[in-house]
């Protein structure tokens, strides 16, 4: 495996300094918490649009089944146009 800082790749093994380690460490942990916040603000977003089309859209119903496992299908109803399923539909009325 390689760890990449400042544009150069360097190959993980035990020759690689603590505080080197350390500072990719650091760096690493700055990222996905960056990241986790730019998702759970989308996610904010994302929920947000989905009530809104939830009351406005015009629903084209469709039925359909997915496999939840090689055995066994399960029924589900979906709007042909916005992709929300009937269930989250109801609960957000």
Do not use: G, P
Request: aromatic share 10%; with cysteine; proline share 0%.
């Amino acid at each position: 495996m390689y760890l990449k800082k400042n544009n150069y790749s360097y190959k993980m093994d035990s020759n690689l300094s603590t505080e080197f380690l350390i500072s990719i460490k650091e760096e690493y942990d700055r990222e996905i918490n960056t990241l986790n916040n730019i998702i759970s603000i989308k996610q904010d977003r994302l929920d947000e649009i989905n009530d809104i089309l939830a009351a406005q859209c015009n629903h084209d119903w469709q039925t359909d089944y997915v496999d939840v496992d090689v055995e066994r299908s399960e029924i589900i109803k979906y709007c042909k146009k916005c992709n929300l399923t009937y269930n989250t539909v109801c609960l957000a009325a």
